[in-house]
């Protein structure tokens, strides 16, 4: 392959690779333009307390359409932002915009708990993530302790001791930290000893497997006690129906997150989401 050819690493001979290439450079330079024009949107997603049904928090995750006004998924543009200082950017503008948006629902006393926002590895590895979240916080008036942050496990094992001490740093402020799409990656027992998690989010591939699979079911079961007995919550991901959503209740699981209970939605449509469920509910899982 052109890797073993020679110290020349762009050199690429296969020619679908060549036009993946080009077009995440294309995409690349999108990205950059939409970020200086504001033209990226946030939409936000409930987390439910399992113990009353009640909503907990919301998870802010950013969508953008591209130039031709097509929807290109985050897992996508993430990871081109990832490959240059761009994720540094994104991230930041994120923070802010998802934090001033929780301060106007505050006010107006429409705020669930808790707002949590996605968190690349790479912001830490690429900027300065303490200063950027101390920052986010005096610009916003946000209360650090309402404040969680979601990283997911899979790039945290490069300058891990690095991001544990800004992980530190983070959570003296009284910031929650939950590891995102636990059980995915290169999960490692020894990174919630050095990361000291608050809260642990196992990935959806679980939860979508847990009934027909006895083996994953096991893991989800196993995962819940392990959280527990470290003090750390859980939480569901991608939780798509009313029997695994009672299956997690039984097992002891803190939050559940999913399309069962609601899609990511824009601000206004998460407000209305929120208030019809506050007035009417739904009596499959709240309590009382
Ligand atoms: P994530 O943080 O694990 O978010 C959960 C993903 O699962 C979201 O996909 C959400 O829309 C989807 N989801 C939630 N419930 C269900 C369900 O019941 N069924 C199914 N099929 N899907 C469900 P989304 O929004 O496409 O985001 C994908 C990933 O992109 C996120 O995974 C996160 O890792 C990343 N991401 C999104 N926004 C940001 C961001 O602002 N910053 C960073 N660093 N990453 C982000
Ligand atoms: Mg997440
Ligand atoms: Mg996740
Ligand atoms: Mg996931």
């Known amino acids: 392959s052109a890797k073993h050819a020679g110290g020349n690493r762009i050199m690429c001979f296969d020619p679908k690779q060549e036009a993946e290439m080009r077009e995440r450079l294309i995409l690349e330079k999108q990205l ?3 970020l200086e024009n ?3 949107e946030i939409y936000y997603q409930p987390k439910i307390l399992v113990k009353d049904g009640s909503i907990q928090s919301i998870e802010a995750l950013t969508r953008w359409r591209d130039a031709s006004g097509e929807w290109i998924s985050p897992e996508r543009f993430i990871s081109i932002a990832e490959e240059s200082a761009l994720i540094v950017t994104l991230g930041r503008w994120v923070l802010l915009s998802a934090c001033r948006q929780f301060v106007n629902w505050e006010r107006s006393g429409k705020a669930p708990e808790l707002l949590s926002v996605n968190v690349s590895p790479k912001q830490f590895q690429l900027g300065n993530m303490v200063q950027t979240i101390r920052e986010v916080i005096e610009e916003t008036g946000m209360d650090p302790r309402r404040l969680a942050i979601e990283i997911t496990e899979g790039l945290l094992m490069n300058n891990s001791m690095e991001i544990a001490e800004e992980l530190r740093q983070i959570r003296s402020l009284g910031i929650k930290i939950a590891i995102d799409d636990f059980g995915k990656g290169f999960s490692s027992l020894s990174y919630l000893h050095l990361f000291q998690p608050t809260h642990l989010k196992i990935d959806k591939s679980f939860i979508d497997n847990m009934l027909y699979d006895s083996g994953q079911m096991s893991i989800v079961s196993a995962v819940i006690h392990l959280a527990h ?4 919550a859980v939480i569901a991901e991608g939780v798509e129906n009313m029997e695994q959503f009672n299956r997690l209740k039984a097992e002891g699981c803190d939050y559940v997150q ?5 899609k990511p939605l824009p ?7 929120a208030s019809s469920y506050l007035q009417h509910g739904d009596k499959r899982f709240r309590v009382g």
């Open 32 to 34: 950059r333009s939409a």
């Open 38 to 40: 504001q033209e990226l």
């Open 229 to 232: 007995n470290l003090k750390m």
């Open 258 to 262: 999913g399309y069962l209970f609601a």
């Open 267 to 273: 601000a206004e449509e998460i407000e209305r989401f």
